[in-house]
Nanobody
Framework: QVQLVESGGGLVQTGDSLRLSCAAS????????MGWFRQAPGKEREFVAG???????SYADSVKGRFTISRDNTKATVFLQMASLKPEDTAIYYC????????????????WGQGTQVTVSS
């Protein structure tokens, strides 16, 4: 298994930017596709963005053009750069790592981080 630790969450205002980080350990990072999910109060966890080990990326429609996922394989870290934040982006953001791309995007057979809270005030 790969262990994941998120950081970078916080309280921001509408229109602000924020960068989340997820540090991985325990397994060879380059063997894992990585992703970000989020869960708002009363809602199910949803896919936000994912990146393959070849750096192909995928985004939810709700964040396209505003969020950017990237990875630094030398530091075993994946990032989520969030811009033009909206109150509806408020959620706990979870990092996920998996070895099957289609499964990762569905949050299946992945390792999860503990989550980091992002709150966007209006």
């Amino acid at each position: 298994q790969v262990q994941l630790v998120e950081s970078g969450g916080g309280l921001v205002q509408t229109g602000d930017s924020l960068r989340l980080s997820c540090a991985a350990s325990g397994r060879t990072f380059t063997n894992y596709h990585m992703g970000w999910f989020r869960q708002a109060p009363g809602k199910e966890r949803e896919f936000v963005a994912g990146i393959t080990w070849t750096r192909m990326s995928s985004y939810a429609d709700s964040v396209k053009g505003r969020f950017t996922i990237s990875r630094d394989n030398t530091k075993a870290t994946v990032f989520l750069q969030m811009a033009s934040l909206k109150p509806e982006d408020t959620a706990i953001y979870y990092c996920a790592g998996g070895q099957e791309w289609s499964s990762l995007q569905r949050g299946i057979r992945v390792n999860w981080g503990q989550g980091t809270q992002v709150t966007v005030s209006s």
